[in-house]
């Protein structure tokens, strides 16, 4: 079962403009991480961000999370066209032994 | 560093054949995994193994098998191909977290494309 949920499903905006993914999730987590996927590659990692931080900065992605809400979101400022992929948030668990889930992932679109 | 690698890159089989594929790591990971990914449905955890000699199930595992003689390999084997097991298929590996509670930052490899008709 999916426990992260990403919304949109698609986003298609200019260059230039900021883009933002949101994640829900539904059980306690210890940390949540936002990967990258561009067309037909592997899963690239982000950002993570644990359970006890509420935001956090890498160049031009800005990621926050609620664990009250049990919610992230990724925000890309001043996008570019080499954005242009689908993001994943993704969740562990609270128990020992655990296991990464994945959402269905925000297919971005950046156009030039 | 090489970091995840996987063999082959596609592969058609055809339903009932059996196949393994491979999957390497070079950054002394503890922490290997499956996933497989469909139109539509993300990515689903296959097999995952935090060690040597320790393997267990994620939410996907039927038809699949694994094994982890070494900490550098996790291969996936799948015992009797079946038309549903189409799919990309991606390992993972990660450094295992703090106090072994949590998953830390994953290295994909570029995916293995799998037909099976």
């Known amino acids: 079962s999916q426990q992260g949920e990403e919304d949109p499903q698609a986003l298609s905006i200019q260059e230039g403009e900021n883009a933002t993914m949101n994640c829900s999730y539904k059980?306690?987590?210890?940390?949540l991480q936002w990967y990258r996927q561009n067309s037909g590659r592997g899963l690239v990692h982000l950002i993570l961000i644990r359970s006890n931080e509420r935001e956090k900065h890498s160049g031009r992605l800005r990621v926050t999370l609620d664990t009250s809400k049990k919610s992230s979101s990724l925000l890309i400022t001043a996008s570019r066209a080499a954005d242009t992929a689908s993001y994943f948030c993704?969740?562990?668990?609270?128990?020992?032994?655990?296991?990464?889930?994945f959402g269905k992932g925000t297919m971005l679109l950046v156009s030039p | 560093n090489a970091g995840v690698t996987q063999t082959p890159k596609f592969q058609v089989l055809k339903t009932g054949q059996s196949m393994t594929l491979q999957c390497a790591q070079d950054m002394n990971h503890e922490y290997m995994s499956w996933y497989r990914q469909d139109p539509g449905m993300g990515l689903r955890l296959i097999h995952y193994?935090?060690?040597?000699?320790?393997?267990d199930q994620g939410e996907v595992p039927n038809g699949y098998n694994v094994s982890r003689s070494t900490t550098e390999d996790f291969p996936l084997r799948l015992l009797s191909a079946a038309p549903s097991q189409t799919s990309v298929y991606f390992c993972a590996s990660s450094f295992y977290g703090l106090g072994g509670r949590h998953t830390d930052t994953q290295y994909f490899g570029p995916g293995t494309r799998l037909t099976v008709l």
């Open positions: 193994s935090v060690g040597a000699g320790i393997t």
């Open positions: 059980t306690s987590i210890n940390n």
């Open positions: 993704a969740t562990d668990g609270s128990s020992g032994y655990s296991t990464l889930t």
